[in-house]
């Protein structure tokens, strides 16, 4: 199978975000009626802001180590891999999750990357020693 390109990965991104935003406005639920219905103020508390992180990290982490793709991937056809083509470990994911992170920092650089890269393989593949195949659907008969 051949590694995914820049525009598949990123319809996959935008499937997967607004997952995490729901996932967010969940998580956010206690806390507003914690706070008798007023907002949170995100900059002053805490818990709140790791709470949050802890979503982001386990819906990604947790799709990747269980089988290799979230909803979004899933969608489009990707999987992803180690180079033996197994499932990523949860080292293996997690390394990829905070290189994903590094790979967005540089107004997104290392996603850009793949455009130049031989294999198609953006800075956090290259980190984490995964890769994001496509496995096209198979035709109807």
């Given at each position: 199978m051949q590694n995914a390109g820049l525009m598949r990965r990123f319809a996959?991104?935008?499937?997967d975000m607004l997952l995490v935003a729901a996932l967010l406005f969940i998580a956010t639920i206690p806390f507003i009626a914690l706070r008798g219905g007023e907002p949170v103020e995100v900059g002053d508390n805490t818990l709140y802001r790791v709470v949050l992180a802890i979503v982001v990290y386990g819906f990604f982490v947790g799709f990747w180590t269980r089988s290799g793709r979230t909803l979004g991937m899933q969608s489009w056809g990707l999987q992803?891999?180690?180079a033996s083509g197994e499932i990523p470990s949860f080292a293996a994911?997690?390394?990829?999750?905070?290189?994903?992170?590094v790979s967005w920092?540089?107004?997104?650089?290392?996603?850009?990357?793949s455009l130049w890269d031989k294999d198609n393989l953006a800075w956090h593949d290259r980190i984490s020693g995964t890769r994001l195949v496509y496995y096209p659907k198979p035709e109807k008969q």
């Open positions: 996959a991104i935008t499937y992803l891999e180690t994911a997690s390394l990829r999750f905070f290189a994903a992170i920092a540089p107004a997104g650089l290392g996603f850009l990357w």
